[in-house]
């Protein structure tokens, strides 16, 4: 059987973990397996998961997160019959058993900044992150990049929640900033904050404007008002491991972009009327010219700055 | 009708655990009496009222007031029943008015308002009534102790006690304030109220009380007319042998000057000047009393020689001057320069009262090489030696394991001065020396003083019991509001002269000593009020 | 007076606290729908039963007797300092920086230089509470507060802006270099045929906790420094009067308590992590608290304090892999350990007292 | 900055204010009895759970039926929100209760008891949230019915077109939920009570001499436990608030430390009742302005986010360090009361 461990959010963060989730339990539901999976709440616990799942027989063992890529490249070793797959992390080597994937997040928030900004009446949007890490920067970059390929008078608001992991569950401090990001002329907000968004989707459905979730499909939490969700196939990259048990392939890093729809923005019943067929057109052009690598989005990590926004 | 006791206790008893507090106590206490009760520290007194106020339940035993058999569960019953009790802590609230500590707990209605007016005009009713002048305004914390007292005792006339119950009332007040609080009993007593007083001081209970009680180890020994015993009867009926009761000195031999005081000046955090230029010597083989109202400075003259309140001027001890402010100015240094120090409040100051008593008997000295083994204390060595001094000063239980706290009054400060003497010092400087101290250990305590004196030691007395001022010094010198008023000998000065100055009236004839102490306490409470604001 | 014999106090009382803790848990887990008795069966099996859970268990005990002695000598000064979480994040900066700017030889030198940036840098966290605390009378619980929460911008800065590898994702320092590696308990106990211990994260800094509760008992019981900050905590007046400084007491105590939180970065950057990331305090500060208070404040009391938060720990993460249980629910039981055995303490107490006063006026 | 950003930022301190405010009183009725309450973080923490829970279920709920006892007719009494209030409200009272129980009863260590019930309320409601919603420890979202609405004030629409006055009337007065208007005027109420009444007599009394209380014939367990049911009710409104007020369902931990905030603005506020409502705004202005101004730009460098995240706090220390000196608890705050004499 598989097992899936989560990052520090938890399992249900409606987003990045939770998306793991629905790629584990999309497996479960089609083959009717089972697997096993834990939330990580300490920083000793990832290696301590990781040993007594394969210990336990566990095969593959998925991760999320970044962080436990390390541990995980250290413990494979000792191993050889597990693989193991983390979603999200970095190695300099790949150990034969391991199998790295991560997303091209910037790709997909370029879109989702493109739509904001074609959907913006006052040429103001707004950025809205969790704790104040890389990673966050790395998808406000992204977005800030797209907001500026359609107006590039566009101006950016870009808040972080805090700088502690109490940041990532401060809904009312989400809304206080979008209320605030509101009042300085943001009429769509791009929320990147775990439970703290929630908080931003709920303000900006309250207050009448657009909002953009990201990771899961969060349109359907507040229809009308949800422009749309920036996409992090994480379910995918999760169902695909599961479904390849033990023939899967490892001892690489596979990076999903828009070209391999491992990002992507969403349309469904919720918001089908808010993309207008232009802002589609445009979005569905950008992303054809990125794939075709005829744009490039920076990524903020190439050289730890934005050229579209200063933190 | 008279024949029925105002108060009748059978077969009360108590046990706080293994200690047996009150056996089977029975006592009548007469109406328009006023009713003493002695006996020794932790003779179980206070336990024996608390139960007659609700604050403990007995074990055993009935109570009947009036002659009526009455339960007391709680202090409202006691209230009810129309005891009031002043406690020897005062039950104050320190930031509250006098007003407001009177109507607490007996307020009319839900609101503060009407309350507060109706108590105004009680409490100048009683204010004429019964001499019981305070500001209803005035803050507690502001109040001298004596009027802190009265604020208790109209606390207790205005939910219309008729039997009170006072606990060691005079242990904190001057002998003016004692006489005023008397002239205050007396004349409850003329209305027909029923007055227990507890007290450790035979003059009181000779000069006020119609019947003593005399307890002893939790059981009540004796109870006799005041007119027909004698303070040398009742000493030993409380402490079961013959006691002493007059300090038994030769006279001094002074020799060189050892303190020398010149131009000292203290400003307090308040920003109030509390010492304006005391001079004063204190030669080898010499007890100097300083008498004085409390709040006159004695306390802060104490904390300035001890080295906890910084000053200016200047203080020699043998002949070489000390520091008076700075970081070389603290209770370590002076204790180095051989200056023994046996604080007022022995509670606050003296003990730490959650230590052992053997760790307290090296407080301030803990820093003495000869503890020490390496980095460590010598708690071994320490232990040792606290028993040594617990047997050579009778300290009882004689257990240096025992924290502090659970010794009686008399014993903790048998302890401090076991540490102050024994650490052989050429000043020692002692304040309020017996205060709440049973007889039988004032005796002791006066005889160690008197025998340190005769080794040649100079020291330095602060008391407000006149008695031991004038019975234990070589020379007396008076402190009124931050200045020494003058210097008597007490061979040549009475009660009546030293009051006069205390209440800084040099010209020593003419007023009634009571009133002038009022008028001074009167100035220093408003002086306290202002440096507050 | 003493109504019941020291050893009730000490081993009684705290033992049927916890078996009362215990059962409301098992209560709480019946109301959820799962099997008490199992539960902690694999709580005990995972943290006790096997040398990897006690790798576990000890290296979690390990954070909380530093945190825990941190809180118990600032207690001994009557100040409450909730800052440790704070100055073990301000720790690990000084462990971080100890361990990848200075070549260090061997582990052993590493060590001693971990560990004294380690305490210097924790105790410099708490001096501007304690200084203020002393001079201006700003409250200490307000101040320690406060600065958790700049610890945690000033951490957030410095790793995002500063001490990140260039490129990389993590708001975490480099790995540290293979010469500051510390001996876990893999490494000293596990032979080729028993593999003790193995990847579990206790390491050697669990005898420096020993140690440092050895150290400890000696400072507040032995030293003058100890005698003199329990003379303060007890009785400021009393302090002054025997040539005492409150401040120079308020200021070392809060030193040594700074110091030792910070010592337990050493535990979770240099022995665990091998790199200062982010959230490596987890807690553990707040943790403390309850440890010191469950512990009387006693070096003993905090070594059994932060071991039975240590199994805790362990057995809840063993609990969360096996069952379906959330994690919340060890949450839950250690609040209601600290709960019974901290704050309704006497509830136990008070009955035995009274059956002891009963046995004791029988035989006496 | 134009009228209008400073109407923003201040009605953003209002909000972010409110439930420091209410928190903050809680904290002053606990504490002027002489009961240290380290634990208002908690009682928000499960008020606001069990405030969103009710309320969301009440909403969705089509019939009430308990032990077979049919109870819809309650459920048409209140509206949902007024339901999720009143199961905060207990809730937050249940822990004041557990609090009194081992501060006041079983004269335990009131900081441990606080910590634990920290403890519990951060574990207990999303093991609930948990085992009732399954997602992932928050509450379902509220609905409309299921969260306190912002009123308009009267005439605030007309009065709008008036400069200055109108504006800040109508977007600054105006258009809060009712719980803020209730937090402000819990502050000049507790003034009257705590100066006024007899029962504030008894209060203040109670926390600075308890042994008055007692030998003057009141009981001071009663008051004590009185004015934690005050307090359980005030931090219930202030949970209350922050699910069903300002957001619209539960999050694991939303108090996010507010009441250790709200702790030290008791703290600044010297446990008065008008400076805790200065203090509480103070808070809330500087956490508003933090959040606006996060990119501060100073023409010569940039300010770090870091920075501006930290500024409420660091103000904090700066203000008890320079202006506030040393603040004065109630006496026998911390202290189980031991009858002696
Ligand atoms: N609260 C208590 N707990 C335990 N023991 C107590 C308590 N109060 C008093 N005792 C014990 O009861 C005995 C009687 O104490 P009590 O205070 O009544 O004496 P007292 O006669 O008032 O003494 P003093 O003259 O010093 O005021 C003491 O020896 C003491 O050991
Ligand atoms: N809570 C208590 N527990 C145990 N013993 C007590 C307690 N309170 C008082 N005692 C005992 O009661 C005795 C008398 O206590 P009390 O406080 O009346 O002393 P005291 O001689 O009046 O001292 P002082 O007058 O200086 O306050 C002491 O022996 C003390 O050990
Ligand atoms: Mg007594
Ligand atoms: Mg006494």
Known sequence: ?311 | MTDTPAIELKGISKAFGPVQANKDIAIRVMPGTIHGIIGENGAGKSTLMSILYGFYKADAGEIFIKGQRTEIPDSQAAIAAGIGMVFQHFKLVQNFTVLENVILGAEDGGLLKPSLSKARGVLKHLAQEYQLNVDPDALIENLSVGHQQRVEILKALYREADILILDEPTGVLTPAEADHLFRILEGLKAEGKTIILITHKLREIMEITDTVSVMRRGEMTATVKTAETSPEELAELMVGRKVLLRVDKKPAQPGTKILEIENLHHVDRHGVERLKGISLDVRAGEIVGIAGVSGNGQSELLHVLGGYADATGTVRVNGEEIDLTGHRSDGQSRRKRGIAHVPEDRHHEGLILQYSAWENTVFGYHHDPAIQSGPLMNNAAIRAEAQAKMDRYDVRPPDPTLAAKNFSGGNQQKIVLAREIERDPDVLLIGQPTRGVDIGAIEFIHQEIVRLRDKGKAILLVSVELDEILSLSDRIAVMFDGHIMGERLPGETDQTELGLLMAGVTDTKGKAPIEAVDASLEAQEHREAESHD | MDRMPAWADAVLVPLISILLAALVSALVILAIGENPVEALSLMIDGALMRSTGWGYTLYYTTNFIFTGLCVAVAFHARMFNIGGEGQAMIGGLGVALACLFIPWPHWTLALVGATVAAAAFGAAWAFVPAYLQARRGSHIVITTIMFNFIAAAVLNYVLVNILRPAGAMDPATASFPAATHLPTFQDMFATAGNPLFRGSPANITFFIAVLACVLVWLLIWRTRLGYEIRAFGHSESAARYAGISPVRITVLAMLISGGLAGLMAINTTMGEAERLVMNATEGAGFIGIAVALMGRSHPVGVFLAALLFGFLYQGGAELALWTNIPRELITVIQALVILFTGALDNMVRMPLERIFMAFGKGTR | MDLNTLIQILDSTIRLATPLLLACLAGLFSERSGIIDIGLEGKMLIAAFFSAAIAAMVTTAESWVLLGVELTWLKDLFPAVIWGLFAGIAASMVLSGLHGLASITFRGNQLISGVALNFLASGVTVLIAQVWFSQGGRTPSLMAGGRFENITLPLAETLRGVPIIGPIYADLISGHSILVYAALLAVPLTWWVLFRTRYGLRLRAVGEAPEAVDTAGVSVVGLRYSSLVITGVLCGMAGAYLATGLQAGFVREMTAGRGYIALAALIFAKWRPWYALWACLLFGLLQAVALRYQNLDLGLFVVPVQVMDALPYILTVVILAGFVGKAIPPRAGGEPYVKER
């Open chain 1, 1 to 311: 059987d598989p097992a899936l461990i989560y990052d520090l959010g938890g399992k249900f963060d409606k987003s990045f973990n939770e998306a793991a989730y629905n790629g584990a339990q999309r497996w479960a539901d089609e083959t009717g397996g089972s697997y096993r999976d834990i939330e990580i709440q300490s920083e000793a616990q990832r290696e301590q998961a990781l040993r007594r799942f394969a210990e336990a027989g566990f095969n593959p063992v998925v991760t999320t997160g970044f962080a436990i890529a390390d541990i995980m490249g250290k413990v494979a070793a000792d191993y050889p019959d597990t693989k193991f797959v983390n979603v999200d992390g970095f190695l300099p080597e790949v150990p034969e058993n391991v199998l790295i994937t991560t997303f091209q997040e910037h790709q997909g928030s370029y879109l989702v900044g493109m739509l904001a900004a074609m959907a913006s009446e006052s040429g103001t949007v707004g950025f809205i992150g969790g704790m104040d890490i890389p990673l966050i920067r790395h998808f406000g970059c992204g977005f800030a990049q797209g907001a500026k390929a359609v107006n590039p008078d566009i101006k950016i608001v870009a808040n972080m929640t805090g700088t502690t992991p109490a940041a990532w569950n401060d809904p009312v401090k989400g809304s206080e900033l979008a209320k605030a990001q509101i009042s300085q002329g943001a009429d769509v907000i791009y929320a990147a904050a775990g439970g703290t968004g929630v908080g931003v989707l709920q303000t900006a459905a309250d207050e009448g404007i657009y909002s953009i979730g990201v990771d899961s499909n969060q349109n359907h939490l507040h229809p009308g008002s949800v422009l749309t969700s920036m996409l992090k196939r994480v379910d995918v990259a999760v169902y695909d491991a599961m479904s390849a048990g033990e023939g899967l392939e490892t001892g690489k890093t596979v990076t999903l972009g828009l070209a391999e729809e491992g990002v992507g923005y969403a349309v469904d019943e919720n918001n089908e009327s808010l993309i207008t067929e232009e802002m589609a057109a445009a979005a569905e052009e950008a992303k054809q010219k990125i794939i075709d690598g005829e744009i490039e989005v920076v990524s903020y990590y190439a050289n730890d700055s934005c050229p579209a926004l200063q933190f």
